[in-house]
Structure formats: structure tokens, C-alpha cells
């Protein structure tokens, strides 16, 4: 990663890192268990647009972070992977609906085209942009000197990924959410692109809904297991 990690508080006091793990467990396992457990669904969304937004000011608040970082690298990334990542992740998609749900496979393009392309365009903007920044930039830089080291922050980061999708209460979900995490902080740690993840994401969930597996990402079909 070079100049980002250089970029990283090496060195934090003990209080200051008391502080951060606070924090941390308030903003990455706290809101998403009180959004999962406790709010009605008609509720989730307005729940996840603060949880958002106080992401964003966290981002822009943590000491050394420039939002120009962002664009650090962003072409570091082939057309070729980008070609084989959308042909697995659409064989996956296409295998998982019609093994659980082979009733609501291309439901969106059989019945509702529109609906789909209005998907495709908001998606990577109000969806996959602002996760990537909460569980990326947020997660690697503000919270640097409290992570473990190595695999372990990847692991983790893809854990409290998952976890920020329990509201749905689909163990399809948790997979999917906690593959899609490894992947993600891969290319944004490992190819130091912010950009590369965005796009990764971008692609993975209009896959996602185009084959019809957003029946399982709509807060209208959450069935709580109490």
C-alpha cells in the first residue's frame, strides 16, 4: 500500500485507543445489532441513512485523512479482471437463485425492466459508494492502531461487513455480504484503489439484482427468527 499506510497512525496513547475501540464497537457491532434487532423494517433505511452519514463525518474528522486519497491509484486494475470478476459473480448469482429461489430468478427483468435499469444507475452511487467508504477508509484509517494484524483486519473487516447486513436475517446474505467483504478490502488494501473496490461493488450488486437475488436484500421480506 505504500503512501496509504505511511499515512496510518503508527503510534496512539492508551486512552486515545480506549477511545477508538469504544468507538469502534458503538458504530460497527452496536448500530448494526440495535438496526437488526430492534426497529421495524419500515425503519431500517432511515436507520442506515444516519448510520451513513455519521460515517461520513467520522471519515472526514479522522486526523491525517484526505479526501483526496480516494483517488490514489484508482486505475491500479485490468479490464480483464474486471471481465472474469463479472462472469464468476453472475455464474455464482445465477447458481444461488435457482437453488433457493428459482421462483424469483430474473424477476426484475421479466416484470419490472425499468425498475432494474433505475437499480443499475442509483445502485453504485447511494449503495456501493458509501459502504465502500464506512468499511474501507473509515474502517482502515480512522481505526488503524486498534486493528489486529495482517489477515486478521481483512477477516474482521469482512465480519462487521456482514454483520452490517444481519438486518435481513438470510444466512445467503451473511455469506455473500462476508465474501464480498474479503474481496472488497482486497482491492481496496492490497491494489490501494478506492475506486477498484467501488467498482467490484458496483458490478457484484447490480449482478445481484438483475439475476434476483434481491429478494433477499428487501427490508420488506425481513422475517426476524424471534
Same mark, same amino acid.
Given at each position: 500500500?505504500?503512501?496509504?499506510?505511511?499515512?496510518?497512525?503508527?503510534?496512539?496513547?492508551?486512552?486515545?485507543?480506549?477511545?477508538?475501540?469504544?468507538?469502534?464497537?458503538?458504530?460497527?457491532?452496536?448500530?448494526?445489532?440495535?438496526?437488526?434487532?430492534?426497529?421495524?423494517?419500515?425503519?431500517?433505511?432511515?436507520?442506515?441513512?444516519?448510520?451513513?452519514?455519521?460515517?461520513?463525518?467520522?471519515?472526514?474528522?479522522? @486526523?491525517?485523512?484526505?479526501?483526496?486519497?480516494?483517488?490514489?491509484?484508482?486505475?491500479?486494475?485490468?479490464?480483464?479482471?474486471?471481465?472474469?470478476?463479472?462472469?464468476?459473480?453472475?455464474?455464482?448469482?445465477?447458481?444461488?437463485?435457482?437453488?433457493?429461489?428459482?421462483?424469483?430468478?430474473?424477476?426484475?427483468?421479466?416484470?419490472?425492466?425499468?425498475?432494474? =435499469?433505475?437499480?443499475?444507475?442509483?445502485? @453504485?452511487?447511494?449503495? =456501493?459508494? @458509501?459502504?465502500?467508504?464506512?468499511?474501507?477508509?473509515?474502517?482502515?484509517?480512522?481505526?488503524?492502531?486498534?486493528?489486529?494484524?495482517?489477515?486478521?483486519?481483512?477477516?474482521?473487516?469482512?465480519?462487521?461487513?456482514?454483520?452490517?447486513?444481519?438486518?435481513?436475517?438470510?444466512?445467503?446474505?451473511?455469506?455473500?455480504?462476508?465474501?464480498?467483504?474479503?474481496?472488497?478490502?482486497?482491492?481496496?488494501?492490497?491494489?490501494?484503489?478506492?475506486?477498484?473496490?467501488?467498482?467490484?461493488?458496483?458490478? =457484484?450488486?447490480?449482478?445481484?439484482?438483475?439475476? +434476483?437475488? +434481491?429478494?433477499?436484500?428487501?427490508?420488506?421480506?425481513?422475517?426476524? @427468527?424471534?
Amino acid at each position: 500500500m505504500g503512501r496509504l499506510d505511511r499515512l496510518q497512525t503508527a503510534v496512539a496513547s492508551e486512552p486515545a485507543r480506549l477511545r477508538l475501540r469504544a468507538e469502534f464497537g458503538l458504530f460497527y457491532i452496536g448500530a448494526p445489532l440495535l438496526i437488526a434487532m430492534l426497529l421495524p423494517p419500515d425503519m431500517m433505511f432511515p436507520a442506515l441513512f444516519a448510520f451513513t452519514g455519521l460515517g461520513l463525518v467520522l471519515l472526514h474528522l479522522t @486526523p491525517g485523512f484526505a479526501w483526496a486519497e480516494l483517488r490514489w491509484n484508482w486505475r491500479n486494475w485490468s479490464w480483464a479482471e474486471v471481465a472474469g470478476f463479472t462472469v464468476a459473480m453472475t455464474g455464482l448469482c445465477v447458481w444461488v437463485i435457482y437453488a433457493t429461489r428459482p421462483d424469483a430468478a430474473f424477476a426484475l427483468a421479466r416484470r419490472r425492466p425499468e425498475m432494474l =435499469a433505475a437499480v443499475w444507475f442509483f445502485y @453504485p452511487f447511494l449503495s =456501493a459508494l @458509501p459502504q465502500e467508504l464506512l468499511f474501507r477508509p473509515l474502517f482502515y484509517r480512522r481505526y488503524h492502531a486498534i486493528l489486529p494484524q495482517g489477515r486478521g483486519s481483512h477477516l474482521l473487516n469482512a465480519a462487521l461487513f456482514s454483520l452490517a447486513h444481519l438486518m435481513y436475517w438470510s444466512w445467503i446474505v451473511a455469506a455473500m455480504t462476508f465474501a464480498g467483504g474479503l474481496l472488497f478490502s482486497w482491492a481496496y488494501r492490497r491494489r490501494g484503489s478506492f475506486f477498484f473496490a467501488v467498482l467490484l461493488h458496483a458490478i =457484484a450488486g447490480n449482478i445481484l439484482f438483475a439475476v +434476483g437475488l +434481491g429478494i433477499y436484500f428487501y427490508s420488506g421480506n425481513v422475517q426476524r @427468527p424471534f
